[in-house]
């Protein structure tokens, strides 16, 4: 069964760091695409960052920019999200994603596979 296990989310003060995982099972990773998206209340989902099936390409969106760092580890078949100076604005559930085609998008539609969300929530 094809799986994406989101981990790491939790509650941290402005200026904080987290490292979110998103650790795969029941496939490798290594051929798919993996993206990061966050959902808060009442928002449409938005795509953070992607990272192509070996690394070599990444994205992200213009709110994360210089904070987060997207990075793989294929031989654990897990995907990382390290976020830095974290600001209230971030709060929300975070979702990996995969995508089978080798092309980095931030997109929400263009993937297959989604995990369940970690909740993220950045508050003094």
């Known amino acids: 069964q094809l799986q994406l296990v989101e981990s790491g989310g939790g509650l941290v003060q402005p200026g904080g760091s987290l490292r979110l995982s998103c650790a795969a099972s029941g496939f490798t990773i290594n051929s798919y695409t993996i993206g990061w998206f966050r959902q808060a209340p009442g928002k449409e989902r938005e795509g953070v960052s992607c990272?192509?099936?070996?690394?070599?390409?990444?994205n992200y969106g213009d709110s994360v920019k210089g904070r987060f760092a997207v990075s793989r580890d294929n031989a654990k078949n897990t995907v990382y999200l390290q976020m830095d100076s974290l600001e209230p604005s971030d709060t929300a559930t975070y979702y990996c994603a995969a995508r089978w085609i080798n092309w980095c998008t931030k997109t929400p539609r263009e993937y297959n596979y989604w995990g369940q969300g970690t909740q993220v929530t950045v508050s003094s």
């Open positions: 990272i192509n099936s070996r690394g070599g390409t990444t």
